[in-house]
T-cell receptor
Framework: GAGVSQTPSNKVTEKGKYVELRCDPI?????LYWYRQSLGQGPEFLIY????????DSGLPNDRFFAVRPEGSVSTLKIQRTERGDSAVYLC?????????????FGPGTRLTVL | DAKTTQPNSMESNEEEPVHLPCNHS???????IHWYRQLPSQGPEYVIH???SNVNNRMASLAIAEDRKSSTLILHRATLRDAAVYYC??????????FGQGTELSVKP
Protein backbone atom coordinates (compact mmCIF):
# COMPACT_ATOMS: atom_id res chain seq x y z
CA GLY A 1 0.00 0.00 0.00
CA ALA A 2 0.96 3.65 -0.14
CA GLY A 3 3.43 4.88 2.40
CA VAL A 4 3.71 8.24 4.10
CA SER A 5 3.97 11.05 1.59
CA GLN A 6 5.18 14.59 2.12
CA THR A 7 4.85 17.66 -0.03
CA PRO A 8 6.68 19.56 -1.26
CA SER A 9 9.87 17.54 -1.42
CA ASN A 10 11.88 20.76 -1.47
CA LYS A 11 10.96 24.25 -0.37
CA VAL A 12 13.14 27.33 -0.71
CA THR A 13 11.93 30.48 0.97
CA GLU A 14 13.23 33.80 2.16
CA LYS A 15 13.81 34.79 5.73
CA GLY A 16 10.62 36.13 7.28
CA LYS A 17 8.22 34.26 5.02
CA TYR A 18 5.52 31.79 6.05
CA VAL A 19 5.64 28.15 4.94
CA GLU A 20 3.37 25.13 5.16
CA LEU A 21 4.58 21.55 4.94
CA ARG A 22 2.09 18.76 4.33
CA CYS A 23 2.07 15.15 5.46
CA ASP A 24 -0.23 12.37 4.24
CA PRO A 25 0.02 9.43 6.65
CA ILE A 26 -0.69 5.81 5.92
CA UNK A 27 -4.44 5.27 5.74
CA UNK A 28 -5.88 4.19 9.06
CA UNK A 29 -2.90 5.27 11.17
CA UNK A 30 -4.13 7.23 14.15
CA UNK A 31 -0.77 8.58 15.32
CA LEU A 32 1.23 11.11 13.34
CA TYR A 33 4.63 12.55 14.21
CA TRP A 34 6.76 15.45 13.00
CA TYR A 35 10.55 15.48 13.33
CA ARG A 36 13.24 17.84 12.15
CA GLN A 37 16.68 16.75 11.00
CA SER A 38 19.61 19.08 10.62
CA LEU A 39 22.64 18.10 8.59
CA GLY A 40 24.72 15.42 10.29
CA GLN A 41 22.29 15.00 13.18
CA GLY A 42 19.65 12.45 14.08
CA PRO A 43 16.00 13.45 13.73
CA GLU A 44 14.64 15.64 16.52
CA PHE A 45 11.06 15.20 17.74
CA LEU A 46 8.72 18.17 17.28
CA ILE A 47 5.10 17.11 17.88
CA TYR A 48 2.79 14.14 17.67
CA UNK A 49 -0.93 13.73 17.16
CA UNK A 50 -3.24 11.05 18.38
CA UNK A 51 -6.24 11.49 16.10
CA UNK A 52 -6.98 15.19 15.71
CA UNK A 53 -5.39 16.36 18.93
CA UNK A 54 -1.77 17.15 19.66
CA UNK A 55 -0.78 14.63 22.33
CA UNK A 56 2.72 16.01 22.82
CA ASP A 57 4.06 19.25 21.37
CA SER A 58 7.03 19.53 23.69
CA GLY A 59 9.51 19.51 20.83
CA LEU A 60 8.24 22.59 19.02
CA PRO A 61 11.12 25.07 19.35
CA ASN A 62 9.02 28.22 19.72
CA ASP A 63 5.64 29.75 18.92
CA ARG A 64 6.55 30.29 15.28
CA PHE A 65 5.93 26.60 14.77
CA PHE A 66 2.42 25.20 14.71
CA ALA A 67 0.87 22.00 13.41
CA VAL A 68 -2.68 20.87 12.75
CA ARG A 69 -4.47 17.67 11.87
CA PRO A 70 -8.10 18.76 11.61
CA GLU A 71 -9.66 15.53 10.36
CA GLY A 72 -7.29 13.06 11.93
CA SER A 73 -5.54 12.24 8.69
CA VAL A 74 -3.49 14.83 6.78
CA SER A 75 -1.34 17.13 8.87
CA THR A 76 0.21 20.50 8.10
CA LEU A 77 3.27 21.92 9.83
CA LYS A 78 3.22 25.71 9.69
CA ILE A 79 6.25 27.93 10.26
CA GLN A 80 5.81 31.66 10.58
CA ARG A 81 8.52 34.31 10.08
CA THR A 82 11.04 31.72 8.96
CA GLU A 83 14.66 32.08 10.05
CA ARG A 84 17.82 30.69 8.49
CA GLY A 85 18.14 28.34 11.44
CA ASP A 86 14.88 26.66 10.42
CA SER A 87 16.63 25.15 7.41
CA ALA A 88 16.46 21.38 7.80
CA VAL A 89 14.69 18.27 6.55
CA TYR A 90 11.26 17.98 8.11
CA LEU A 91 10.18 14.38 8.49
CA CYS A 92 6.71 13.03 9.09
CA UNK A 93 5.91 9.57 10.40
CA UNK A 94 2.74 7.67 11.22
CA UNK A 95 1.91 4.60 13.24
CA UNK A 96 -1.20 2.53 13.71
CA UNK A 97 -1.37 3.47 17.36
CA UNK A 98 0.78 5.65 19.61
CA UNK A 99 2.94 3.78 22.02
CA UNK A 100 6.25 2.13 22.70
CA UNK A 101 5.63 -0.95 20.59
CA UNK A 102 4.23 0.51 17.44
CA UNK A 103 6.44 0.91 14.40
CA UNK A 104 6.68 4.38 12.94
CA UNK A 105 6.71 4.67 9.16
CA PHE A 106 8.54 7.69 7.86
CA GLY A 107 8.01 9.76 4.76
CA PRO A 108 10.88 10.97 2.58
CA GLY A 109 10.89 14.40 4.18
CA THR A 110 10.63 17.98 3.01
CA ARG A 111 13.92 19.82 2.65
CA LEU A 112 13.37 23.41 3.76
CA THR A 113 15.95 26.03 2.87
CA VAL A 114 15.59 29.53 4.28
CA LEU A 115 17.72 32.08 2.45
CA ASP B 1 15.87 12.62 27.34
CA ALA B 2 16.86 8.99 27.12
CA LYS B 3 20.46 8.51 26.11
CA THR B 4 21.97 5.71 24.12
CA THR B 5 25.64 5.39 23.23
CA GLN B 6 26.75 4.06 19.86
CA PRO B 7 30.03 4.16 17.96
CA ASN B 8 30.06 6.96 15.41
CA SER B 9 31.03 4.69 12.55
CA MET B 10 31.75 1.10 11.62
CA GLU B 11 33.00 -0.68 8.54
CA SER B 12 32.09 -4.07 7.20
CA ASN B 13 32.89 -6.20 4.21
CA GLU B 14 30.10 -7.33 1.94
CA GLU B 15 28.53 -10.69 2.86
CA GLU B 16 30.10 -10.69 6.30
CA PRO B 17 28.13 -10.38 9.57
CA VAL B 18 27.96 -7.02 11.28
CA HIS B 19 27.43 -6.44 14.99
CA LEU B 20 26.31 -2.93 15.89
CA PRO B 21 26.51 -2.25 19.64
CA CYS B 22 24.42 0.10 21.74
CA ASN B 23 24.63 1.01 25.42
CA HIS B 24 21.50 2.15 27.24
CA SER B 25 22.44 1.97 30.89
CA UNK B 26 19.50 4.11 32.12
CA UNK B 27 16.78 2.07 30.45
CA UNK B 28 13.77 1.20 32.59
CA UNK B 29 12.12 -2.18 32.80
CA UNK B 30 9.24 -1.33 30.49
CA UNK B 31 11.11 0.51 27.75
CA UNK B 32 11.32 -1.22 24.41
CA ILE B 33 14.58 -1.07 22.46
CA HIS B 34 14.10 0.00 18.86
CA TRP B 35 16.49 0.09 15.94
CA TYR B 36 15.88 2.24 12.89
CA ARG B 37 18.16 2.92 9.98
CA GLN B 38 18.38 5.79 7.56
CA LEU B 39 19.69 5.39 4.06
CA PRO B 40 21.09 8.48 2.32
CA SER B 41 18.40 11.00 1.37
CA GLN B 42 15.60 8.90 2.85
CA GLY B 43 13.51 8.93 6.00
CA PRO B 44 14.35 6.48 8.79
CA GLU B 45 13.20 2.91 8.35
CA TYR B 46 12.22 0.49 11.11
CA VAL B 47 14.57 -2.45 11.56
CA ILE B 48 13.62 -4.33 14.72
CA HIS B 49 12.54 -3.92 18.32
CA UNK B 50 12.49 -5.96 21.51
CA UNK B 51 11.98 -5.86 25.26
CA UNK B 52 13.88 -8.66 26.98
CA SER B 53 14.26 -11.62 24.66
CA ASN B 54 16.39 -11.81 21.58
CA VAL B 55 14.41 -11.10 18.43
CA ASN B 56 14.77 -12.12 14.81
CA ASN B 57 13.10 -10.85 11.68
CA ARG B 58 13.86 -10.92 7.98
CA MET B 59 16.14 -7.90 8.24
CA ALA B 60 18.19 -8.53 11.34
CA SER B 61 18.53 -10.01 14.81
CA LEU B 62 18.51 -8.14 18.09
CA ALA B 63 20.49 -9.49 21.00
CA ILE B 64 19.57 -7.91 24.33
CA ALA B 65 21.84 -8.26 27.35
CA GLU B 66 20.37 -9.93 30.40
CA ASP B 67 20.56 -6.70 32.41
CA ARG B 68 19.11 -4.80 29.40
CA LYS B 69 21.79 -2.14 29.64
CA SER B 70 23.08 -2.93 26.20
CA SER B 71 21.98 -4.52 22.96
CA THR B 72 23.48 -5.53 19.65
CA LEU B 73 21.94 -5.35 16.22
CA ILE B 74 23.17 -8.16 14.02
CA LEU B 75 23.08 -8.08 10.25
CA HIS B 76 23.88 -11.63 9.26
CA ARG B 77 25.26 -10.90 5.80
CA ALA B 78 25.92 -7.26 5.02
CA THR B 79 25.10 -6.04 1.54
CA LEU B 80 25.95 -2.74 -0.09
CA ARG B 81 22.32 -1.71 0.43
CA ASP B 82 22.81 -1.97 4.18
CA ALA B 83 25.10 1.06 4.19
CA ALA B 84 23.19 3.54 6.35
CA VAL B 85 23.08 5.29 9.70
CA TYR B 86 21.72 2.94 12.35
CA TYR B 87 19.91 4.39 15.34
CA CYS B 88 19.35 2.62 18.65
CA UNK B 89 16.42 4.15 20.54
CA UNK B 90 14.49 3.51 23.70
CA UNK B 91 12.04 5.31 25.93
CA UNK B 92 9.38 6.25 23.47
CA UNK B 93 7.64 8.36 26.11
CA UNK B 94 4.28 7.68 24.65
CA UNK B 95 5.44 7.28 21.10
CA UNK B 96 8.01 9.91 20.27
CA UNK B 97 11.41 8.61 19.24
CA UNK B 98 14.50 10.22 20.74
CA PHE B 99 17.27 9.76 18.20
CA GLY B 100 20.95 10.00 19.04
CA GLN B 101 23.78 10.39 16.54
CA GLY B 102 23.62 6.80 15.39
CA THR B 103 26.30 4.60 13.85
CA GLU B 104 27.23 5.19 10.24
CA LEU B 105 27.82 1.78 8.68
CA SER B 106 29.84 1.53 5.52
CA VAL B 107 30.01 -1.72 3.55
CA LYS B 108 32.95 -2.49 1.32
CA PRO B 109 32.57 -4.73 -1.73
Amino acid sequence: GAGVSQTPSNKVTEKGKYVELRCDPISGHTALYWYRQSLGQGPEFLIYFQGTGAADDSGLPNDRFFAVRPEGSVSTLKIQRTERGDSAVYLCASSRLAGGQDTQYFGPGTRLTVL
Amino acid sequence: DAKTTQPNSMESNEEEPVHLPCNHSTISGTDYIHWYRQLPSQGPEYVIHGLTSNVNNRMASLAIAEDRKSSTLILHRATLRDAAVYYCIYDNQGGKLIFGQGTELSVKP
